[in-house]
Nanobody, 115 residues
Framework: QVQLAESGGGLVQAGGSLRLSCEGS????????MAWYRQVPGKQREFVAR???????DYADSVNGRFTISRDNAKNMVYLQMNSLKVEDTAVYYC?????????WGQGTQVTVSS
């Protein structure tokens, strides 16, 4: 059963924008620790952004100032607004949820930025 479902990926030109969405299931509520990670083939999955239950946010240096993570608890959704996209942002983006020793990953959505 899918606990986190990402959407919104696609192909965009450098300098463009995309908004990724992550919908939690009945079991996974997004008012916990939520984060976005990304991975390119042959490399380790890397942290992109996170949001705490209290609404605090944190970003990787490579995306700080360009990406914004947000959450809508009523819709059980987390978003990643990505602006000023660069070719090096190309990756599969994954949504993550965690609390205590429990954590869940989504199946990922592909983002491709062309030059």
């Amino acid at each position: 059963q899918v606990q986190l479902a990402e959407s919104g990926g696609g192909l965009v030109q450098a300098g463009g924008s995309l908004r990724l969405s992550c919908e939690g299931s009945r079991k996974v509520r997004v008012n916990n620790h939520m984060a976005w990670y990304r991975q390119v083939p042959g490399k380790q999955r890397e942290f992109v952004a996170r949001i705490t239950p209290g609404g605090g946010t944190d970003y990787a240096d490579s995306v700080n100032g360009r990406f914004t993570i947000s959450r809508d608890n009523a819709k059980n959704m987390v978003y990643l607004q990505m602006n000023s996209l660069k070719v090096e942002d190309t990756a599969v983006y994954y949504c993550w949820a965690g609390w205590g020793v429990v954590n869940y990953w989504g199946q990922g959505t592909q983002v491709t930025v062309s030059s």
